[in-house]
């Protein structure tokens, strides 16, 4: 039985996780602390590198250069790999523990973001592992390197999804709470 709450399943945060969005709802997230407002930047950043990964991904399967799509998606790739699994890394390990000491209501719905955290970063590392192969096909010139390229694109797309469904979640969370009591630190 799938884990109503888990990553790939969920069609939100349950309503006792959305206490504090509903205290402050998104419709009033016009004036930020500016450590929300960065918040917010940085998960439109990782949105638009989806986005952009998914056109570039479409262009080529109607038709592109395998060569040209190497190209142009490996670099995309790179920086979305970095920003993202640095981004999980300072929430993980600065910001959600000095957001439990702040609130510790929010205990429940923090460790749900931390195991949507271990749950993308194996999409990091298949995104990886299939770019990697990707490449080294490339490298030594096998004749065909379109199968490589298309799990490569499979794994970017796998990880959309869900991406999007934490980066939401994640903000109906800490937005509230960053607003009511500051970055924590």
């Known amino acids: 039985m799938s884990d109503p709450l888990g990553l790939a399943t969920r069609p939100g945060l349950p309503s006792g996780m959305l206490w504090l969005r509903e205290a402050l709802p998104r419709e009033r997230w016009t004036s930020l602390n500016p450590t929300a407002a960065f918040w917010l930047q940085m998960h439109d950043g990782f949105r638009r590198q989806q986005t952009e990964m998914a056109a570039t991904i479409a262009d080529w ?103 999007l469904r934490h980066l939401e979640d994640e903000e109906d969370i800490v937005i509230p709470l960053i607003q009511r009591h500051g970055d924590g630190t």
């Open 61 to 163: 399967r109607n038709g592109g250069d395998v060569r040209a799509f190497h190209g142009r998606i490996l670099p995309l790739l790179q920086a979305h790999l970095q920003h993202l699994d640095g981004h999980h890394r300072i929430e993980s390990d600065h910001y959600f523990p000095q957001f439990r000491r702040v609130e510790p209501r929010i205990q429940t719905g923090l460790d749900l973001l931390d195991r949507d955290h271990e749950v993308l970063h194996a999409h990091l590392e298949a995104m990886f592992l299939a770019a990697r192969e990707f490449h080294g096909r490339l490298q030594t010139g096998v004749p065909d390197p379109t199968s490589a390229a298309d799990r490569l694109a499979d794994a970017i797309l796998a990880t959309g999804t869900p991406m």
